[in-house]
Nanobody, 123 residues
Framework: EVQLVESGGGLVQPGGSLRLSCAASGFTFSQHAMSWVRQAPGKGLDWVSRIWNGRSSTAYADSVKGRFTVSRDNGKNTLYLEMKSLKPEDTAVYYC????????????????WGQGTQVTVSS
């Protein structure tokens, strides 16, 4: 069945970088838009980024624009999120979603998210 497995999180100092990965299986990855969302302690779910399946156009939340880059490798069925200039407010559990997410919410294609990966930005 549909599986999404996030990895690459960890502890990093402010200003540092991390690269998150989302390994997808159980569906035709190249035919689906993909999104990243995150949930910080004591806060709700926030949209981070999305990437289209055709032209690979991208969109970002204002809070991460210019610092994060979303990409995909359809041959490897993998979604990536390169995070630079990390800030303490980026601390959250990051999830990938098969579907279209925005600041208004998600149109989730399968309702099957992974376990998420923890990103902690602290000095």
């Amino acid at each position: 069945e549909v599986q999404l497995v996030e990895s690459g999180g960890g502890l990093v100092q402010p200003g540092g970088s991390l690269r998150l990965s989302c390994a997808a299986s159980g569906f035709t990855f190249s035919q689906h838009a993909m999104s990243w969302v995150r949930q910080a302690p004591g806060k709700g779910l926030d949209w981070v980024s999305r990437i289209w399946n055709g032209r690979s156009s991208t969109a970002y939340a204002d809070s991460v624009k210019g610092r994060f880059t979303v990409s995909r490798d359809n041959g490897k069925n993998t979604l990536y999120l390169e995070m630079k200039s990390l800030k303490p407010e980026d601390t959250a559990v990051y999830y990938c979603v098969a579907g279209h997410c925005s600041g208004y919410g998600c149109y989730d294609d399968f309702g099957s998210w992974g376990q998420g990966t923890q990103v902690t930005v602290s000095s």
